[in-house]
């Protein structure tokens, strides 16, 4: 016997009908040079073999993998990012599930002169 696997990414009106679905938080963000940024997933409809984060630079090619760890019971996934000094791309992951492309900025800490 074999499991239903989640589809793939799909444009079709018939995706929005779909039981498996991604979710990511925050989406777009900012934050200051330095801060850390925890990224959130969840799924529904599934159990995923792996979740994983994927960065890169603005506008760049290559992308970095990063595995989520999982929290409850494998629905939900996170993973911080330590002290950003400058700004990304991310997605999301899950078996062939993949989120939109967000942007986190990084603005530069105010100094006092």
């Known amino acids: 016997m074999s499991l239903p ?4 990414k799909s444009l ?5 009908l779909s039981p498996y679905s991604l979710n990511v938080e925050p989406g777009d963000a900012t934050v200051l040079e330095g801060e850390d940024f925890a990224v959130s997933a969840s799924v529904t409809g599934f159990e995923p073999r792996e979740v994983s984060l994927y960065t890169r630079q603005p ?18 996934f996170a993973v911080d990012l330590i002290r950003l000094r400058e700004g990304l ?3 999301v992951e899950a078996d062939t599930l993949r989120s939109q492309i967000f942007t986190l900025n990084v603005l530069p800490r105010p100094r006092v002169s």
């Open 5 to 8: 696997k989640p589809p793939g």
């Open 12 to 16: 079709s009106a018939e995706a929005s």
């Open 59 to 76: 506008g760049g090619v290559d992308w970095t993998p990063t595995p989520m760890r999982a929290s409850g019971r494998g629905e939900s």
């Open 89 to 91: 791309e991310y997605r």
